[in-house]
């Protein structure tokens, strides 16, 4: 069984600070998945990363995908009430389906 | 937004009965998928379709059936509802390799 482990499980932080949540497995995946689930929502896909090394940025969200491909971090600069959520990081198996995360569970304090 | 519903969208049942929960879609996707949701576990593929007619097993499919007779429609079936089968129910369609829309989701409780 293939473990994607996220951390941390919860975090609650003011607003205008930042923050990095992580996304760990011992194994490499060709491409892995950011999703965002707000409550009583479903999640919503925010990048996709497929490049070890790469850097992708959403206005004031940047995503990494390690050199290995076997982590990937997101780090949010200045955050916002808006941000609070469910973040969910997922990559795709070899049956083409979507294996997720446990999820970090952000509040953002105004 | 793939123009994905759910329904219902809440469900209060008993044990032992049999309960279908479906999942629409208007943008004419081919894969369509199942998952249910429970505190620590993240989201857990159920079952998915490929086609019409077209389906198979996910991760968590035991006392799971589905079916999809038509592309926009996507039936799950819970035969004998047990209390291990309370959970938040999502269905999602894919666009692409890495594009899936999820619905809003079923709230389904077991008693």
């Known amino acids: 069984t293939q473990l994607l482990e996220q951390s941390p499980q919860f975090l609650s932080i003011q607003e205008g600070e930042n923050l990095t949540v992580y996304c760990n497995s011992s194994?490499?995946?060709?491409?892995l998945q950011w999703y965002r689930q707000e409550p009583g929502e479903g999640p919503v896909l925010l990048v996709t990363?497929?490049?070890?090394?790469e850097v992708k940025k959403l206005k004031r969200l940047t995503f990494q995908f390690g050199d290995a491909r076997k982590d990937s971090s997101l780090h949010i600069t200045a955050a916002q009430p808006g941000d609070t959520g469910l973040y969910l990081c997922a990559f795709r198996t070899g049956a083409n389906n979507l294996f997720f995360g446990t999820g970090t569970r952000l509040t953002v304090i105004p | 937004d793939a123009g994905i519903t759910q329904s219902p969208r809440h469900k209060v049942t008993e044990t032992g009965t049999p309960v279908t929960l479906r999942c629409h879609q208007t943008e004419n996707h081919r894969y369509m998928y199942w998952y249910r949701q429970d505190p620590g576990h993240g989201l857990r593929l159920i079952h998915y379709s490929y086609g019409v007619k077209d389906t198979d097993k996910g991760e968590v499919s035991d006392g799971y059936s589905v079916s999809r007779s038509k592309t926009e429609d996507f039936l799950l079936t819970l035969e004998s509802a047990t209390s291990s089968q309370t959970s938040v129910y999502f269905c999602a369609t894919r666009e692409t390799e890495e594009t899936q829309y999820f619905g809003p989701g079923t709230r389904l409780l077991v008693l």
């Open positions: 990363v497929v490049t070890g090394g």
């Open positions: 194994s490499v995946f060709s491409s």
